[in-house]
C-alpha cells in the first residue's frame, strides 16, 4: 500500500477538492481490498503508482548516486526533480518514480533486468501522464508507436527543464523540432514572424484531431495574431485589406494564398 502515492501536479483536474478528496479514499479502500495497486493509477490523475519491480524495494535516490553521480548530480536542476509527494514514501521520489524500486538492483550492483529503463517504452511516463497516452492515439499524432519519435526526443527527464529548450528560450524549442524538420528551418528571405513564437503557437507537439497536428483547421490558427475588425463594419479586415470573400476560398493556406506559412523564397505574403 506505501507505493500509492499521491502526487501534487501542476495542473489538477478540475473535480472540487472536496470529491477528489472522497474519490481518493474510495481509491484507496479499493486498492488495499484488491492489492492491484498499478490499476488504480488509471482511475484518477492525481493518484499514482511508480513502476513495480516484483521482490524490489524503494530505497531513495541517494542511494544512486554511489554508482550514477553524475545523472544524480543535475538531477537537481531537473522538472521531476520538484515533484512532491505526500505521505510515508516522500522521501523517496526520485530517480525510482521512473525507474521503479531499486533494492534489487543496487544490491546485484546494477545486474541486468533489475531496474526499468523508460526509454524502451513509454508507459512509464503514461503512468503518471495519462492525457498524453490519450494526446497520442489521436487522429494526427507523433509516430511514438513506431519508435520513431519517443518522449525523450523532445522531453529532458535528468536536467534541466523537462521540455528540451523550454522556459523563455523558444528558438531552441524550435531546434528540437528541427532535429527532424529541416525543410521549416529556413532559411528564407520572407520570414514569418509567427515561427519565432513557437512550432507549439500553431501545432500540437503530442497529436490532434486536425490534419497536421494544428490547434486549428481554419482561419482561426491565423486569426489569433491576424485580426483586424475595423477595415469597415461588415467586412474582415486581415493585414489592413478585406479578406470577407478570400475566406470563403479555404483556409488561409489551402486557398492559393499563403501557402508558404512557415516562410517564403518569393514573396513577403508567403507564397510558394
Ligand atoms: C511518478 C509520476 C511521474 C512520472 C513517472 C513522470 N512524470 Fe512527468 N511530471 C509529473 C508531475 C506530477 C509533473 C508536474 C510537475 C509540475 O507541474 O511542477 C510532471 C511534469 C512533466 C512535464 C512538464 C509539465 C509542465 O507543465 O512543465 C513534462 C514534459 C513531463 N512531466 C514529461 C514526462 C516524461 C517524458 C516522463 C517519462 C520519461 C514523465 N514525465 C514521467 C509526474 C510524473
Ligand atoms: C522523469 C522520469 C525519470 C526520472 C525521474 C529519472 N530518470 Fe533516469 N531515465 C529516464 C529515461 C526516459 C531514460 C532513458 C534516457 C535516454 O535513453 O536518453 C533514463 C535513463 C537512465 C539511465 C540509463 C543510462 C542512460 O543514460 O541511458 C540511468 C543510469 C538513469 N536513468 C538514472 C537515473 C537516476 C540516478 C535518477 C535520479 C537522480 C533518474 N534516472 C531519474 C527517466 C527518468
Ligand atoms: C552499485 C552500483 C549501482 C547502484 C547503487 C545503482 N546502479 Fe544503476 N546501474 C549500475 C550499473 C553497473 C549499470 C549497468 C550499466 C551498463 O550496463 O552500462 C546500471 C544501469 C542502470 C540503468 C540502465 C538499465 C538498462 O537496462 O538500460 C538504470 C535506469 C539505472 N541503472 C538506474 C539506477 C537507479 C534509479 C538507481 C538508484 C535507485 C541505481 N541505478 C543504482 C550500477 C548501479
Ligand atoms: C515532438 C516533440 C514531443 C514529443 C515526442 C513529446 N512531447 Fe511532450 N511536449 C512537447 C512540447 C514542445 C511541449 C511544450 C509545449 C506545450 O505545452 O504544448 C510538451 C509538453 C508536455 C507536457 C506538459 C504540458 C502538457 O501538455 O501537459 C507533458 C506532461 C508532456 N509533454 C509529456 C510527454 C510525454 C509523456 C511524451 C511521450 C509519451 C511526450 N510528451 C512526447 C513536445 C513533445
Ligand atoms: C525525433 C524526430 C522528430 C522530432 C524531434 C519532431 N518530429 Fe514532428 N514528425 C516526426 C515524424 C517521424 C513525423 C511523421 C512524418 C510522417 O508520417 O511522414 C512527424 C510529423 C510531424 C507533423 C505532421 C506532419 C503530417 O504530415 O501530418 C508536424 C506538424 C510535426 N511533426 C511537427 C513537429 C514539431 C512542432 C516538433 C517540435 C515540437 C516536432 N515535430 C519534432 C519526427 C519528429
Ligand atoms: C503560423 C502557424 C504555424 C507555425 C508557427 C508553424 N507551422 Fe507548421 N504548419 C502550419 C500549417 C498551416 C501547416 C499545413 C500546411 C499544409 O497543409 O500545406 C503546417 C505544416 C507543417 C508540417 C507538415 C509539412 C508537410 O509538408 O506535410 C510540419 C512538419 C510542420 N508544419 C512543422 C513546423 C515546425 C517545425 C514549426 C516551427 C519552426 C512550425 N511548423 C511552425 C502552420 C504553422
Ligand atoms: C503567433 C502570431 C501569428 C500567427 C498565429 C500567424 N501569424 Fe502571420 N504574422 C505574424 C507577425 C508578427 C507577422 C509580421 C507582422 C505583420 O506583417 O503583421 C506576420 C506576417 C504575416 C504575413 C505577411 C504580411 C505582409 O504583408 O508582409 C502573412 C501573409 C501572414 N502572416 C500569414 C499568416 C497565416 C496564413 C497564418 C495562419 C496559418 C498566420 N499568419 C498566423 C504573426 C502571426
Known amino acids: 500500500m506505501n507505493s500509492l502515492l499521491n502526487l501534487k501536479r501542476g495542473k489538477a483536474p478540475s473535480q472540487p477538492a472536496s470529491f477528489r478528496g472522497r474519490w481518493m479514499s474510495l481509491l484507496a479502500l479499493a486498492c488495499l481490498l484488491t492489492l492491484i495497486v498499478i490499476s488504480c493509477s488509471t482511475v484518477d490523475r492525481l493518484v499514482v503508482a511508480p513502476p513495480q519491480i516484483p521482490g524490489a524495494k524503494f530505497i531513495g535516490s541517494?542511494?544512486?548516486e554511489e554508482c550514477h553521480s553524475e545523472i544524480t548530480r543535475d538531477f537537481k536542476t531537473a522538472t521531476h526533480a520538484r515533484l512532491q509527494a505526500k505521505g510515508p514514501n516522500a522521501a523517496d521520489m526520485g530517480c525510482e518514480s521512473c525507474h521503479g524500486p531499486g533494492s534489487l538492483h543496487s544490491d546485484s550492483g546494477g545486474g541486468?533486468?533489475?531496474?526499468?529503463n523508460?526509454?524502451?517504452?513509454p508507459n512509464v511516463c503514461f503512468e503518471c501522464h495519462l492525457d498524453k497516452r490519450g494526446q497520442f492515439n489521436l487522429p494526427h499524432h507523433h509516430p511514438l508507436e513506431t519508435g520513431k519519435v519517443t518522449c525523450v526526443d523532445c522531453h529532458n527527464p535528468h536536467r534541466g527543464p523537462v521540455v528540451i529548450g523550454g522556459g523563455t528560450s523558444l528558438a531552441t524549442e524550435n531546434e528540437t523540432c528541427f532535429k527532424c524538420h529541416t525543410m521549416q528551418r529556413g532559411p528564407f528571405v520572407f520570414?514569418?514572424?509567427?515561427t519565432r513564437e513557437g512550432c507549439t503557437t500553431c501545432h500540437e507537439p503530442h497529436g490532434s484531431v486536425n490534419a497536421k497536428m494544428l490547434m486549428a483547421r481554419d482561419a482561426h490558427l491565423c486569426l489569433k495574431c491576424h485580426f483586424q475588425p475595423q477595415v469597415a463594419s461588415n467586412t474582415l479586415g486581415i493585414g489592413g485589406r478585406s479578406h470577407t470573400s478570400r475566406l470563403r476560398g479555404g483556409t488561409c493556406w489551402t486557398a492559393g494564398c499563403h501557402e508558404a506559412v512557415h516562410g517564403s523564397q518569393i514573396g513577403s505574403s508567403l507564397r510558394y
Open 191 to 194: 520570414e514569418h514572424e509567427a
Open 118 to 121: 523508460p526509454a524502451k517504452s
Open 112 to 116: 541486468r533486468q533489475t531496474i526499468i
Open 62 to 64: 541517494k542511494n544512486c
